[in-house]
């Protein structure tokens, strides 16, 4: 049974996904090896050794309270199939990529932890990763399985880069991540892009005919807001400007001023809710008092 040449079944439960593989191989499995309790859990497999291994890579010790969660969903599904995929059980250990110096993911951590899953013929999928910038670092390493790219299933990575270009996308993405040029990385939530794309639906649905496009100047912002210009193209309303704010900044008088130059009836907010971005709504209140403001989930603090 090698990776990537089985089936695999995907269950979702509490947005998280767990891949097996389909036992339709005939080929004998050998015990599974676990991965060092250094950085991962003990192997939960309802009883005895497990023929193959699940791995979750997550960023434990930031979000405790969150990725227990995360592990409590996981191995309710396995329970649920019995721990097996057909003939074969399947085991599985929660990992760590975080450190208490970056409690977020350690991008060190994410590669040697990549490397290990890499190795362990065992481990036929991951569930992870935390933060998209660990995923970018894991997905080419496991791509270079001697076995086989393996898969990556991620409920939370949301930057376009793993999987299409977008408007605030890296050189050379997506295709950095896939050496092999052989896609192994799946997401079940919508990638940043796609909210801008929701943003510019709802506009048409409030009827609005000139939307003003600001951004953040920072990766997420410039996804959304790329998403939303492509949207407003197919939807047929305009787009009458574009500008941005820097997340340091307290004032913001002259960037309504600009926007107010344009005569929008809507307002796109494309980046995250900054310390100073209550006056930025403030400002553009006070000079388009009639303006719809939209904004993505980075503005739900």
């Given amino acids: 049974m090698k990776r990537g040449v089985a089936a695999v079944w995907v269950s979702a439960a509490v947005a998280l996904s767990v891949v ?26 309802g009883t005895g050794t497990p023929d193959y291994l699940i791995v979750s890579d997550l960023a434990a010790q930031g979000n405790s309270v969150v990725v227990a969660r995360f592990v409590a969903a996981i191995e309710f599904v396995l329970a649920q199939h019995g721990f097996k995929a057909g003939r074969y059980s399947v085991g599985y250990q929660s990992c760590d990529d975080s450190t208490p110096q970056t409690p977020q993911g350690d991008l060190a951590k994410c590669a040697s932890n990549a490397k290990a899953y890499a190795a362990n013929p065992s481990v036929i999928g991951v569930i992870g990763t935390w933060s998209s910038d660990c995923a970018g670092v894991e997905l080419p390493i496991i791509g270079r399985s001697p076995t086989g790219p393996l898969a990556l299933v991620s409920p939370i990575n949301t930057n376009p880069g793993l999987t299409h270009s977008s408007g605030g996308s890296a050189p050379g993405e997506p295709g950095r991540y896939y050496p092999s040029g052989r896609r192994n990385f799946a997401r079940l939530i919508a990638p940043d892009d796609f909210q801008g794309v929701a943003a510019a639906v709802l506009a048409k649905q409030l009827g609005l005919r000139r939307v003003f496009v600001l951004d953040d100047a920072e990766q997420y912002g410039l996804d959304v807001a790329g998403g939303f210009r492509r949207a407003a193209r197919n939807l047929h309303f305009s787009v009458v400007g574009s500008a941005s704010w820097h997340v340091s900044q307290s004032q913001f008088d002259e960037v309504a001023m600009r ?35 939209i904004a993505p989930e980075g503005f739900l603090p």
């Fill in 20 to 45: 097996t593989l389909n036992a339709g191989s005939s080929t004998s499995a050998a015990k599974s090896q676990p991965l060092p309790s250094s950085f991962c859990s003990k192997v939960s497999s």
């Fill in 259 to 293: 926007v107010a130059r344009a005569h929008p009836d809507g307002i796109l907010l494309g980046g995250y809710g900054c310390a100073g971005c209550a006056a930025l709504i403030k400002a553009l209140r006070a000079h388009l008092p009639r303006s719809r403001l």
